[in-house]
């Protein structure tokens, strides 16, 4: 059922990658209460997933970003403000990623490059974020910044590896 509780926000959504991601199940949702944004990922990811599709689906932008660069970042909020047509209400920030996880390391045997890599991605990002969106001015008063973590931040997930550890630093950054 549909309120238009989004009507005329704007925002930025990091993260869809195909329909089993949380971003692309909130870019849907926003787009069906009446919500305009834009769509980012890093380009390698862009290159996996099915975003463009989701673009389609929501009449919306995609501008390529890799999070952990500034100047990414500062191009992203540039160009949003620009096809937004202002400031933004909102920013879904729903990354993430374990170089260490996905290549089967263990916990106890962490390549350390793998290891900050993977800090930069899913937690110091966000960080990045909202310094870009504050040096920008880009945010409307009262809109909201929002980042995605697992609980895992609090307990203990078998092969959650270095995650864990990345989204408590996320959570310390929030």
């Known amino acids: ?35 305009q944004f834009v769509l980012t990922n890093a380009p390698v990811a862009m290159r996996m997933g099915q975003i463009n599709a989701l673009a ?36 879904l920030h729903s990354i993430g990623m374990s170089i260490n996880v996905r290549k089967g390391k263990h916990y106890t ?18 960080h ?10 880009a945010m409307n008063e009262w809109g909201s910044i929002v980042a995605l973590t697992y609980m895992a931040a609090q307990r203990v997930f078998p092969d959650y590896n270095d995650m864990a550890d990345n989204k408590a630093y996320l959570e310390s950054i929030a």
């Open 128 to 137: 990045k974020t909202m310094q870009t969106l504050y040096k920008a001015d």
């Open 56 to 91: 389609e689906k929501t009449g919306s932008q995609i501008i390529p970003a890799d999070a952990t660069s500034e100047e990414d970042l500062q191009n992203l909020v540039e160009q949003a403000m620009e096809i937004l047509g202002g400031k933004l209400d909102f920013v």
């Open 1 to 35: 059922m549909m309120y238009n509780l989004l009507k005329g926000k704007k925002g930025i959504i990091f993260g869809a990658l195909d329909e089993n991601s949380i971003a692309w199940k909130t870019a849907e949702r926003v787009h069906e209460e009446g919500g």
């Open 109 to 126: 045997d962490q390549n350390y490059a793998w290891t900050q890599k993977g800090t930069d991605v899913s937690a110091m990002s966000f």
